[in-house]
């Protein structure tokens, strides 16, 4: 399993987090991994064998080779085909909004083919140029190019809402909106109202993700075993409060999380963060 992350171009940084290729072998019996909300929307491109989405125990859809992951708030599964090869686009919460027009709300929970997005012909044309491009480097320019020029064609993201993500990461998803809006309460409607067209999600489920991603990094990189201190160093306000969202995001116990083999994918994504 190889999976790389490279840095985005200085005009994108504040809307892309990073670019990530993930290679498995054919071979590799990965089953069906369970994905976790991580606060970000994604725009992938398949590359390798098709990839299944479970929508039930034993139903599923094949995920579209060129899609856009929105935000999710519950885990997910899915199972490879075959050899995986995927280049994919992360961005930070408020970065998307800043390359489409429709209402982000529209995107979570599903996969949504570009072609939905940016139009069947402009979709297509980068579609095959991602597939036909040599390697990660050449893929790369390519979506800078592609983004850096609708970039051009819209506004700057409003300051409330990405000054609300900011705190929200740089607090770990712990600090209130009564706070970031300095008890400003009008502006809490309006507030919500941006999120859910930008972000797709309230700024209260955002903050509990980014609080479970604090956890989850603790957890997998192994700083303590310990329920009670990881509760506590993720600013939850106790135990109980933090394996009850740690299930309401994973659909599991943290203890169960750690033997889960199906969890090897959402581990690889959180490690090292």
Not at 26 to 43: H, K, L, T, V, W
Not at 72 to 96: D, K, L, M, Q, S
Not at 236 to 246: E, N, R, T
Request: proline share 4%.
């Amino acid at each position: 399993m190889n999976y790389q992350t490279f840095q985005p171009h200085p005009d994108l940084k504040s809307l892309v987090d990073c670019y990530w290729t993930l290679e498995v072998p054919a071979e590799n019996d990965a089953g069906r991994q369970r994905i976790i909300p991580d606060g970000c929307i994604e725009m992938a491109f398949i590359l390798g064998d098709d990839i299944k989405r479970y929508t039930s125990d034993n139903e599923f859809i094949l995920q579209p080779r060129a899609m856009v992951l929105g935000q999710t708030i519950e885990p997910f599964y899915i199972e490879p085909t075959g050899f995986v090869n995927t280049f994919a686009i992360r961005f930070y919460p408020y970065g998307f909004a800043n390359f489409v027009t429709i209402p982000i709300k529209n995107l979570v929970n599903k996969e949504t083919h570009i072609e939905l997005l940016f139009g069947n012909k402009t979709a297509k044309e980068l579609e095959q140029n991602i597939i036909q491009a040599t390697d990660t480097k050449q893929r790369i320019e390519i979506i800078e190019k592609f983004l850096l020029a609708k970039l051009n064609d819209k506004t700057t993201i409003d300051k409330i809402v990405k000054t609300t993500i900011d705190t929200l990461f740089l607090t770990k998803g712990s600090t209130s909106i009564n706070n970031v809006l300095k008890d400003d309460i009008s502006k809490r409607r309006q507030l919500e109202r941006k999120f859910q067209k930008l972000i797709g999600i309230s700024p209260k489920q955002l903050g509990k993700v980014i609080r479970l991603q604090t956890a989850l990094n603790i957890l997998l990189n192994k700083q303590s075993e310990n329920f009670t201190e990881i509760a506590y160093e993720s600013d939850y306000y106790d135990q109980a409060h933090f394996i009850k969202d740690f299930k309401e995001f994973t659909g599991i116990t943290p203890k169960d999380f750690l033997k889960d083999d199906n969890m090897i994918l959402s581990s690889l994504f959180y490690k090292e963060q």
